[in-house]
């Protein structure tokens, strides 16, 4: 449906992005994840035609984007990273406002206004002014904003950002469903790895300009696929025997934190066997071993040396 093609915006000497190509197919969610500053901002305005390319095309079915953006613009919902609300209004009043200006009006612009709050969970707020709204209700209200017209391709900037936990999981859901219900096509940013690993069919990793690994989130995954993650829990960790764990040729990285120690090593390395021969030799009781796949965020780690987190 949407593609780039060697898209790339420089600030003076800053390459905000630097040529980058994805593609998004109808129906699909996809991830665009980074850390703080890789660029994923820049990128998508200029995938929405708020900002020119330094270089690239965007293509929509095909035709640019740049030299035309009207096709895009309406189909396309935005949600932005920047709340665009009127704290002095209601809920109900902030959607009749954006509605009208979306061309809506009279029964049709009240059934989409009720249809909206009940989607992102806000019937029983529509009255209260928005500034008396938690920041997750304002920011899932900021979402209701760009689905007015029924787009049918959203593009999300890190919507779930410095939130309750009950609101994320809300808008996590509505996106799931819109996507389910309406086969809306999202283009979703975020730093939230584990977020993107359960939302997203696809995911482009960004660092620094640039996309440097992409896949479905089980083919990231496999990146890693050699290796396992073993955390080992017992009564007591004495220094000694945690020195012993780390000095194993197999470990390749340890960490140890109250009565737990969990390390990362290869599968082909067996090395239950010696963990239980350690802590014999040691006096250690061992109370759990838990065996568990690498995450995504293991992954971000692996290819970029830099934890996603802020
Ligand atoms: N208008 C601008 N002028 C100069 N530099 C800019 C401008 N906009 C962004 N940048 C720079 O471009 C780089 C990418 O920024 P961008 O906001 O796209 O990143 P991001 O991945 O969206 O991060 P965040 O999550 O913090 O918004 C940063 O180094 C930023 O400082």
Redesign the pocket.
Known sequence: MLETQDLTKH??E?K??DSINLFIERGEIVGLL??????????IAMIAALIPPTRGEVLLYGKSVIASPAPLRQILGMVP?QLALYPDLTARENLQFFGRLYGLKGKSLAVRVDEVLELVGLEAKAHRPVSTLSGGMQRRLNIGLALLHEPRFVIMD?PTVGIDPQSRHHILETVRRLNREKGMTVLY?S?YMEEAEVLCHRIYI?DQ?RIIASGTPEELKSILSSDHTIELKAESLPPSFVEALRRLPAVRSLSSEGQAVTLIAPKTAHLLDDLFRLAREHGVTVTSVNIQSPSLEDVFLHLTGKALRD
Not at 34 to 43: D, W, Y
Request: proline share 5%.
């Open positions: 600030f003076k800053v905000a992005v980074g850390p703080n500053g890789a660029g994923k901002t820049t990128a990273q890190e940013t730093h960004m300009g």
